[in-house]
């Protein structure tokens, strides 16, 4: 039973194909295959069912993303003051479009009215 229970688990561990590689799976697979061979690594994409193309991507994409300073990166209370920021904006813009229907309705009524009296007037 132990065997079965070890062979899912590594089943379910290892990306299948047209399941979705997380970003630290596409990680751990960048550094497994870093070291080997043209033919080692063409073999393991094989048999993880991943083009070498995409291998050569993700490991573009983490070099890129290790290279940024990290006051380029969004701290997490910077992201806290923006979400915050964001809503209050929202809010605001809502009550401003509120405000603009009420007044387009007052407009469209306004006009409606003066366009009756001013029938009466000329008969």
């Not at 009756?116 to 000329?122: D, S, T």
Request: charged share 35%.
């Amino acid at each position: 039973m132990q065997t079965l229970e070890r062979w899912r688990e590594d089943a379910q561990s290892r990306p299948a194909l047209g399941r979705a590689w997380t970003a630290g799976a596409r990680l751990e697979a960048v550094i497994t295959t870093a070291a080997m061979s043209e033919a080692g690594k063409n073999a393991w994409c094989r048999e993880h069912g991943v083009y070498p193309a995409e291998l050569d991507k993700w490991r573009l994409n983490a070099t890129t993303a290790l290279a940024e300073p990290e006051e380029a990166r969004a701290s997490p209370q910077a992201t806290r003051q923006d979400k915050k920021r964001i809503k209050e904006l929202e809010r605001e813009l809502l009550r401003k479009d509120r405000a603009l229907a009420e007044t387009a309705a007052l407009l469209v009524l306004s006009k409606k009215v003066a366009a009756i009296f001013n029938k009466g007037e000329g008969e």
